[in-house]
Each structure stands twice: as C-alpha cells, then as structure tokens.
C-alpha cells in the first residue's frame, strides 16, 4: 500500500471455530468459506467506492485443538481444499501459516516438525505430502467441472500445456468412494496414473500419511523417501474409474492421446 492506493486485499483466516476441539466433518466443510470471505471484502469495499482489486489468502490454517488435528492427514486434506477452492473463486495467492512453529502438543501449524517428541527437527507434516502431490498434479489451467452423485467428493480438475489432464480428488467421508472421470473435449491415451494419501485406518486425526500404501519409519509424517515412490498405473479402457478410501486424497494423471471415453 502507497498512502490510499492499495495494489491488492489481504484475507487470513484459520477456518474452524477458535480454539475448538473440531471434529473432522467440520474441518473439511469449512473449505467453503474461502469464496465467501472474497465475496465479502469486494462487498466492503464496493460501499465504500474503492476498486475491487485481486484478493490473497495470506494466512490460513486451522484452529482445531487437541486431538492433533493441525498435525493430522486431515488438514492436509483440508489444505488442498482451500487451495482448490481459493483457485475456483479466482483469489490472487494463497500462503499457508506456517513453515515451523512448535508442536504444541499436536496443536502444531507448522508443515515441518519443531521440537516434536520422537520425529527429527524438520521432519514434514501431512500437509507437506498433500501440497506436493497436488502441486505435482495441478496443471496450467483450471477446468470446468460438475459433480453427480458423488457427495462428500470434491475435484479439483486441471489441464497441462503438455496435454495431461491432472486432478486432485478429496473424499471427506468416512466412506469408500468410486468415482468416474468423464473428460469433455479431451482424448486420452493409454494409461493413467494415481497416488493415494491415506492416514492410519480408523483415525479421524492420524499424524501419519501414506503414499500409496507406504509411510513413515516414524512415528509421525509421511515416507522419508517419498520422491521414489512409484503411481499406481492403470490402464484406460471406454471409461476411467478411480477408487477414493475413506477419509483420502487421489492425486490423478491422466495421458494424452486418441481415444475418446464413453
């Protein structure tokens, strides 16, 4: 800002009820707020004659405590929900609070270990594997998508200048999902390729994460050597199918080529 000339607007928001020992559901339904709080400053400033410039998302987490819920797969989960959601309503920037803070007895907003018992300084948080899988999946421009008959199922669907269609697929229920990616105007080739995040079965806030079935040495993050492991590899058929366990992420890629889907 340069005296009354602002170049953008600044949101934060830690999403869940303060200081609140949140249950799951809450955390993941709360993504839906981001377009909501845009929609309210570009109202604010309307009234009072001011331009309505790009906003940023320059500070969000959660305020979940004392069930691990900030160290948990869930809020990375929830992370790629408010990225996704923060590209849909057309927000400038979206930076997460923060890199390393104190474990806090699991009420940690750090995505890398500081002083955590038993886990090395540094070490990644769930939400670490999350941003970089999806980021890894995000491609050059967001598509256009519609949702039936899937609820508690949220896309976030992408195409690559190269031609691959990437998404991140966010199942938020306790129940197993099976989706099926139909592309409009798109052909595909032979293959696509899926990375599965889940948490520790059973556990709502699991401070592990496992990449396609593999997970930590630790007590706590994710596969220490989690660039080598490989995507599950499917082929493509008349249709693309894709399996969500409950409560996980599915980070997709799907090839290029000539063939047309059902």
Known sequence: VAGYKADFYVVHSYFTPYNTNSVVTTILNSYTYTGIYKDNVWNEVDKAG????????????????????????????HAVLVTGEAMRTGYGAATRWDLANG?????????FAYN????????????????????????????????????AVVAIPTAFSSGQIGASLINTSKLKK???????????G???YTYTLTGTEGLDFSRKVFVNGVGPALVAGGPADYEA??????????????????????????????????
């Open 50 to 77: 001011k331009p309505k410039l790009p906003v940023a998302l320059t500070e969000y987490n959660i305020f979940a405590v004392n069930s691990n819920q900030p160290v948990s797969h869930a809020n990375g989960m």
């Open 103 to 111: 474990y806090d007895n699991g009420n940690d907003h750090g995505m």
């Open 116 to 151: 955590e018992p038993d886990i090395p300084i540094y070490t990644p948080h769930p939400a670490f594997f999350h941003m970089y899988y999806m980021r890894e999946h995000t491609g050059d421009v967001l598509l256009n998508s519609t949702m039936t008959g899937a609820p």
């Open 178 to 188: 099976v989706v099926r990616l139909n592309l409009k105007d798109y052909k595909v």
């Open 190 to 192: 032979d293959r696509f």
């Open 229 to 262: 492991v490989k995507a599950s590899s499917s082929i493509i058929g008349d249709e693309i199918k894709i399996v969500l366990p409950p409560l996980s992420a599915v980070y997709v890629l799907v090839e290029p080529g000539t063939k047309t889907l059902a």
